[in-house]
């Protein structure tokens, strides 16, 4: 009976106990508008010319991504990806939000290569291919950078026992932090994968990183996947021994 | 006449502009338990032997704060106290913020020499003197880092029709930090006020600075006390002249 | 010049001043699965023998909300319809609801002659034929009875500017009560469409419309269809004559 | 041993399972502005002539809470006190609650016999006298009819792993309405109790507690007092034995 058992994932600056059972996964706004070429990141990074690289720097969290949703998927932690994304009458855009988006030359629901900038069942706001949901898996379109804002996300975790709270995704200071700190404030308890995030300029996600070292009270804890994945293949090899 | 007179405050990377009657300044938990010796802040930072100079950080938005505070009180803007502290019984610390408070060396609700640490009604958990709230001013208690998380803030502020919040506080990276990303998500227009915010390491109040500079379509656009002040004088001096 | 200019609605105890702009009628849950043979009502109600009689109730508001709904589009006031639905793989069901529908023999999810009940994009989660909504309306999912929960039903009205709700639709006494109450707690100001309206058994709908009249400093006031689309027609012949 | 030991209570129409360490009674808004002469509903509903009928109709469920009350601490169930009431300067009452309570002749705020209407801290907002909590109980101020508005009630119940919750207070159609349905939206298990609660008229009570008898899986069960207590008093017995 391995039913219950608590994982230790290292963690810093300490370690980070769960059971898979009662822990998700966040991977947070994966999606084409923030990591391709023609979505909404690069459209406004490009006016600085910097749209390439932009969307390189935030391609770089798939791959370690890949191998985490792997290992959850195995050690049966739920994998819930959120999507950032509006109504195509743009009825939940507040004018905070557009006045920004047209002032970096990027307005919200303008045309560009992958549809419409942050538009509902647009290209740009699918997940990108390489980490697509399966059968079984959740997905939170929200009009928020914080995956709570006017979601049902809250809801789905309560009903499934969630407690604690693995995080990755882009960018690392905005939707992704914003997420975690309203999942702590909501109790949650956290993990973030720090290779599994990205922000653009880099040195804003070594920033945030560097406050659950700083601040672990506030922030929770961190590690990379490799660390991570290797807490989850702990459990997979009992079970198959068990 | 010069109702609904709109004011434009010099700001990076655009201006902002407000109306005095639709705006508040947010003053985030410029309490003694982050900006004073012997409270929680001082505690725990004080296990890296880093109590006093953080405190001496936190101290810093105090003068420009000052003078904003009283700018803002002749010009009728709404100022409101945030402060984060618990009930005497802590039934409203979460146990990821519990547990982390105890493994800095500072436990929620333990006792320092200002009182119990983060709990109502001690002197940890009062502004500080000098930017001690005058009558009609509201303070808001919260049990979180963001000041929207079970709390009336929201309420408050949807009922004076409030629309523009000016946000100021400690800690640069959390509080304030949390309170911005969801008030944008509501859809408050933002302005924060770099010298009026502080964070230990300063790094990170600095990293969190650049954000606005960076993304203003997420975060907002930032300044400094002096241009707010000027802004708002203007409009002292133009109703003095009507 | 006819903007701002206030409306007044004949309404119970007092009347109901609004201006179009800022007023969104809501349409709730006027959905097959509630309004039609073979949806979730109608199948929990047949286990009392009850289906035929609760769906004809049910219906009934579809006259009057029809004249009222068109009354609305020729206004310029907003409106919203909300749904009530579940993902297909029921994550958003909470075990309280998914057990009371198992015994009351009609589960959440399984499947009936109009799709599986209460899931989203099968026939029972559309609104009824009648009441069709048309381009520029919006729909609001809901997991919960009340509106606001977990939906962006509350930052859709803020960002329209929308203060005050006409609330129309079915069951009085879960869906449009529950939707009430809070949005009364959120400040807005509300009007009850009684015959636009309805609930199994009769008594029910008849108590919960007793509520305004008893006590509208908590419920709001209330009216019926003709005299809301009267005051809506007043403006619109002054705009045609305008 | 009998922890985690299931408890039944008889209820109509289906019973209610629960363990006391997570389950919380909720007493709501027992409060001297409901309960007493001179309060704020003795304010307007004398405005009728019915300000004394009122006020002992309101009474009525302070004997059979009592013994509940007195029920749930001897087996540890959390008692949950919730008191609406408004700051001083009323910030937190909007406009359609403050003008409703001018038309029915009691202002929020204004003075009466046990002080301002509806604001803390005054002889109104406190729980009467028969009821008082006692140490290591929960009060929750509210400024909304619903509990779970704008204040820290969800929050506290998580922290504490409450998912049940049996209901009380007054007034049936109003605040313990509001607050039971966005109770089981939030997915809470949830009891009322028919004698524990009152409201004026009593039509209207009547009307509100045949809900769950009708409709049990949008409102869950209901009970009385002795009932609840019989349960909780099993358990006492079986403690006593083990």
């Given at each position: 009976?391995?039913?219950?058992?608590?994982?230790?994932?290292?963690?810093?600056?300490?370690?980070?106990?769960?059971?898979?059972?009662?822990?998700?996964?966040?991977?947070?706004?994966?999606q084409?508008?923030?990591?391709?070429l023609?979505?909404?990141?690069?459209?406004?990074?490009?006016?600085k010319?910097?749209?390439?690289?932009?969307?390189?720097a935030?391609?770089?969290?798939?791959?370690p991504?890949?191998r985490?949703v792997q290992?959850?998927?195995?050690?049966?932690?739920?994998?819930i990806?959120?999507?950032?994304?509006?109504?195509?009458?743009?009825?939940?855009?507040?004018?905070?939000?557009?006045?920004?988006?047209v002032?970096?030359?990027?307005?919200?629901?303008?045309?560009?290569?992958?549809?419409?900038?942050?538009v509902?069942?647009?290209r740009g706001s699918?997940v990108?291919?390489?980490?697509?949901?399966?059968?079984?898996?959740?997905?939170?379109h929200k009009?928020?950078k914080?995956a709570?804002f006017?979601t049902?996300?809250?809801?789905?975790?309560?009903?499934?026992?969630?407690?604690h709270?693995?995080?990755s995704?882009?960018?690392?200071?905005?939707?992704?932090?914003?997420?975690?700190m309203?999942?702590?404030?909501r109790?949650?308890?956290?993990l973030?994968?720090e290779?599994?995030?990205?922000?653009?300029?880099?040195?804003?996600?070594?920033?945030?990183?560097?406050l659950?070292?700083?601040?672990?009270?506030?922030?929770?804890?961190?590690?990379n996947?490799?660390?991570?994945?290797?807490?989850?293949e702990?459990?997979?090899?009992?079970?198959?021994?068990?």
């Amino acid at each position: 009976v391995i039913a219950n058992r608590s994982l230790t994932c290292s963690a810093t600056p300490w370690d980070f106990e769960f059971l898979p059972e009662s822990t998700a996964l966040l991977v947070i706004d994966m999606q084409n508008d923030f990591c391709a070429l023609g979505g909404y990141l690069h459209q406004f990074m490009e006016q600085k010319g910097m749209g390439d690289e932009a969307v390189k720097a935030l391609r770089e969290p798939i791959a370690p991504l890949s191998r985490v949703v792997q290992s959850c998927r195995e050690a049966k932690v739920a994998v819930i990806y959120t999507i950032e994304s509006h109504r195509p009458d743009l009825a939940d855009v507040p004018s905070n939000k557009m006045e920004g988006s047209v002032r970096v030359g990027a307005p919200i629901g303008s045309s560009g290569p992958l549809g419409r900038l942050l538009v509902q069942n647009e290209r740009g706001s699918e997940v990108v291919d390489e980490l697509k949901p399966v059968a079984g898996e959740h997905i939170v379109h929200k009009p928020g950078k914080c995956a709570f804002f006017a979601t049902e996300l809250d809801s789905i975790l309560r009903i499934r026992g969630i407690t604690h709270l693995v995080i990755s995704g882009v960018t690392t200071d905005c939707c992704v932090f914003g997420t975690l700190m309203e999942a702590r404030d909501r109790g949650y308890h956290t993990l973030q994968l720090e290779d599994c995030c990205a922000a653009v300029p880099r040195a804003s996600h070594d920033a945030i990183c560097e406050l659950p070292r700083a601040h672990p009270q506030a922030f929770g804890v961190i590690t990379n996947s490799e660390a991570f994945v290797k807490a989850m293949e702990s459990t997979n090899r009992l079970e198959r021994r068990g």
